[in-house]
């Protein structure tokens, strides 16, 4: 069993920033990748990055490139989403996800949710 806990979401202004937190518990996590995914009303989920749990190689989409940073305690089993120049269209309801295979941007290869974390960007 595996269990995800997000935290850090709120309300900003645009231009602000937030710090995401993702704390994982139940089995080892060396092996996985750690997914940031959001899902925003009448959308689908999308990808927004990703970690590998050994040597901490990233991705990210296109839409957060240089303003978002995915980072990770592996003595804390925690991910991290670092969010900086949040603009409205960032508003969405953020999970973070484990994969046990992939190091992806799908969101079917991810086994494991967290329950989200609402994150809103005023104009």
């Known amino acids: 069993q595996v269990l995800l806990v997000e935290s850090g979401g709120g309300l900003v202004q645009a231009g602000g920033s937030l710090r995401l937190s993702c704390a994982a518990s139940?089995?080892?996590?060396?092996?996985?990748?750690m997914g940031w995914f959001r899902q925003a009303p009448g959308k689908e989920r999308e990808f927004v990055a990703v970690?590998?749990?050994?040597?901490?190689?990233?991705y990210y989409a296109d839409s957060v490139k240089g303003r978002f940073t995915i980072s990770r305690d592996n003595a804390k089993n925690t991910v991290y989403l670092q969010m900086n120049s949040l603009k409205p269209e960032d508003t969405a309801v953020y999970y973070c996800?484990?994969?046990?295979?992939?190091?992806?941007?799908?969101?079917?290869?991810?086994?494991?949710w967290g329950q989200g974390t609402q994150v809103t960007v005023s104009s």
């Open positions: 139940g089995r080892t996590f060396s092996s996985y990748a």
């Open positions: 970690i590998r749990w050994s040597g901490g190689r990233t």
């Open positions: 996800a484990a994969s046990d295979r992939y190091y992806s941007v799908v969101v079917t290869e991810y086994a494991y």
